[in-house]
């Protein structure tokens, strides 16, 4: 059987964008502001915080990043890290509730040749992941569908994580 390769052929701009960017880090900046809405920011802890990925693999794609700018993974501290793990058990647990998939996609890439996209500020993705979605995939193209279903997503997981108090 052939295996297909998922395509997001909108995260070719915002690669690219990284690459010839300036020295700011998104990672660092966000938080910052006082705009978690826009800026997709569902949940913050004292250590780390949940924002949802503007240019995702699949709906729900969130990730958990500490907000102390560290590219080392094994240079996060020991809260660091279980704080890291209690907000990622909180986003699954909300994802399931809204999105209902099949499974889910954890993982960390250290370094561009492994895929991250930024590479000086360790963050932690999870991509919620339903049977066929590779398949799917080619097929949502248009950027204006995904960064609205982006918006429900974020009321959706928000409402989630408030209701039940996760
Ligand atoms: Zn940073």
Redesign the pocket.
Known sequence: MKKQKLFAPWRVAYVKKVREGDNE????EKPEEDNDEENLILKRGDHNFIILNKYPYNPGHAMVVPYR?ESNYSKLEKEEVLEKHELLSKFLEAAKEVFDPDGFNIGINLGRTAGAG?D??VHTHIVPRWEGDNNFMPVISNTRVISQSIESSYNELKKEIEDKKL
């Open positions: 880090c998104i990672f660092c700018h930024i000086d500020h």
